[in-house]
């Protein structure tokens, strides 16, 4: 497992190419720079003096067993690559090659049957029922990023369920429309199912680079309104709560919040997304470190201090 390798280890094993990027030295010599992958982590990787069965070989989202050795690079592990090996991807298995996240799918899947049935309003829950009968594995199974955030098998239900359970606690605190807000968080990211090319190293596709997730979800949300004939406020409500959950129009929201639950909504995920990029940042240091900067966290270093008892 990469987790397991350490600077100066053998480095032999099956793993999937995360990605992959052609460069030349100095000396005009061709090489690879690489992200391997397995279910426990990533690690870079560099094949150097290449050439073309190395360049199919090692291409983005490519299963291969590789020799080679773990060498200290700036301080930090990186693999050098000595050998690579053409590995049958129908045969291999995707668990042990994808990254996971931290709860496992029985529990997710639990609550997120638990917050879906939670749900009264008749129009919310046609909506979110008919959504799930036509996309429920893409759902189930998606990242909810390519990097960043949630970026793992079962990301997107991950994500989705956790803001469920935010939501679920302020229920209790401020006057808002339950229903809309779960509802909101089932279904803000759905549109990433046609913006990631898949689950095995995904990439954008062509929709997703020229629409977008915000703008894919809600015209998916709008079809299907218009399917099952709903006249009501409720399609409109959370198609807007989709277009707007970015929180500013920089930020790549076509609106911005102007309802309550949309505004909600906004921060939830915001908030969401930021704590796991956090959380994986602190699992590469110890307490008593810092991080290193954090692009997403406005390129700041965290500091990791001891639990207080």
Not at 148 to 161: A, D, I, K
Request: charged share 30%; glycine share 6%; net charge negative.
């Amino acid at each position: 497992m990469i987790k397991d390798l350490v600077i100066n280890s053998n480095a032999s094993g099956v793993y999937l190419v995360k990605d992959s990027t052609k460069g030349i030295t100095i000396s005009g010599m061709n090489y690879l720079s690489i992200t391997l992958q397995d279910k426990s982590g990533v690690m870079p990787a560099k094949k150097w003096d290449i050439d073309e069965e190395d360049i199919k070989l090692l291409q983005k989202g490519n299963i291969v067993r590789i020799d080679g050795e773990v060498l200290s690079y700036k301080d930090k592990p990186q693999i050098k690559i000595t050998g690579v090996y053409k590995v049958n991807n129908e045969n291999e298995d995707l668990s042990n090659l994808l990254l996971l996240g931290s709860i496992s799918l029985d529990d997710l899947l639990k609550d997120f049957n638990y917050y879906k049935d939670s749900i009264k309003n008749e129009d919310c829950k046609k909506i979110v029922n008919r959504v799930f009968e036509k996309y429920y594995d893409k759902y189930i199974d998606y990242p909810a990023a390519v990097r960043n955030h949630h970026e793992f098998y079962h990301g997107l239900l991950h994500h989705s369920v956790t803001m469920c359970k935010v939501a679920d606690k302020l229920k209790n605190i401020y006057d808002f429309d339950y229903d809309l807000l779960i509802s909101g968080c089932l279904l803000h990211d759905l549109g990433k199912i046609y913006e990631f090319s898949g689950v095995v190293a995904p990439s954008y596709t062509n929709e997703g680079n020229l629409l977008g997730h915000l703008t894919i979800g809600e015209s998916l949300i709008k079809e299907i309104s218009d399917e099952l004939h709903i006249t009501s406020e409720v399609p409109l409500l959370l198609e807007h709560m989709i277009l707007s959950h970015h929180g500013k129009l920089e930020y790549g929201s076509p609106v911005v919040p102007k309802t309550r639950e949309a505004l909600l909504l906004s921060m939830i995920d915001d908030m969401d997304a930021k704590m796991m990029v956090l959380d994986k940042a602190f699992n590469e240091v110890k307490e008593g470190e810092y991080t290193e900067r954090i692009f997403a966290l406005d390129n700041e270093m965290f500091y990791k201090h001891k639990k207080i008892k």
